[in-house]
């Protein structure tokens, strides 16, 4: 990075800090460049988005207000435009589409989000407001609460199975909890290693989560990691590679006697589930660890801070860590 003050060389720095958003305080780390001439701290427009997204973040998580891909996703799943949306809650006109663009709900606004991702609920507010859409509107997004309410107990148990029943927080990188996402992810790289060992595939997640986090400001698979002895690891990784539909575990024999489990599977991944930033990252991740052994990569994740700072109490990693990735 070139300084504006001087055309020089700027350093990238990063500190604790604290923010004060609607009357409270939340700790984040603050990203900037230093000018080695004069020593003058500057921000980029992307520093700006990736400091002020850990403190909303924080605070959507401390009182259970939806993310903006949950508030577009919530949408999506009854097939209504934004408006309709507003109208059905009672919001202003414009309003749903502007939360789904990134704009805060109140506190009270967030409680109804959160309440409507359950189709009973919606299905209630859409009785109280029939008025607000037509008669083959209304006919359609019934058939659509019925579906819904079919496949969300199935989509509910897997994921709490996976995930735990745990929330959107620092340490998940407050990325949506999603297996379908989760399983795409370990088709790409089974897909481009054309296999993956259990121990390789436990740090290329790691990576590409904290990678991720770091630029964009949300994991991509919704895991939590712990510090074990041997590095990083998904919380409960036996059941992230375990319960997956079309991935397989197999044992395979290496040169010095050694048996290892490899992830492998006969369907491809879905590229068009990723955003062009969530692909750049998976390339990135392949690009830098493709020449690894699930040895050379586990050495590596062992310089992380990440790692260090967590190991000896096996504690779940912060993905304030992703500030500080050294391999990537």
Not at 26 to 36: A, N, P, R, T, W
């Amino acid at each position: 990075m070139k300084s504006p003050f001087t055309g020089g060389e700027a350093v990238l720095r990063k500190e604790t800090r604290k923010l004060v958003f609607r009357k409270e305080e939340y700790e984040y780390i603050h990203l900037f460049y230093e000018c080695k001439d004069t020593g003058e701290a500057f921000t980029t427009t992307k520093q700006d988005t990736l400091n002020l997204l850990q403190v909303y973040n924080c605070y959507r998580s401390k009182h259970g207000i939806p993310f903006p891909d949950e508030i577009k996703e919530i949408r999506s799943r009854y097939g209504l435009s934004a408006a309709k949306m507003s109208r059905i809650l009672g919001f202003g006109e414009n309003q749903y589409r502007l939360y789904e663009n990134g704009e805060m709900p109140s506190i009270a606004n967030g409680r109804v989000l959160k309440a409507i991702q359950s189709p009973g609920t919606f299905e209630r507010f859409l009785e109280t407001a029939k008025d607000a859409v037509s008669e083959s509107e209304y006919s359609e997004t019934k058939s659509r609460i019925k579906e819904m309410s079919r496949k969300e107990s199935i989509r509910g148990f897997l994921n709490s199975l996976i995930y735990c029943d745990s929330k959107r927080d620092r340490y998940n990188g407050y990325a949506m909890q999603s297996a379908s996402r989760l399983k795409n992810v370990l088709l790409y790289f089974i897909g481009k290693f054309k296999g993956v060992y259990v121990t390789q595939m436990n740090k290329l997640l790691f990576y590409t989560d904290f990678l991720s986090y770091r630029e964009s400001g949300f994991g991509m698979t919704g895991l939590s990691f712990k510090a074990i002895q041997h590095g990083p690891v998904p919380n409960r990784w036996d059941r992230a590679y375990g319960l997956i539909d079309d991935i397989y575990q197999i044992e395979v024999g290496s040169k010095n006697g050694n048996i290892g489990n490899k992830l492998v599977s006969e369907i491809s991944c879905d590229l068009s589930s990723f955003t062009e930033e969530q692909l750049s990252v998976l390339d990135k991740v392949y690009e830098t660890f493709r020449g690894d052994t699930p040895t050379s990569i586990s050495r590596k994740s062992h310089d992380e801070i990440a790692w260090i700072d967590n190991n000896e109490l096996h504690s779940l990693i912060d993905y304030k860590y992703a500030f500080s990735l050294k391999a990537v």
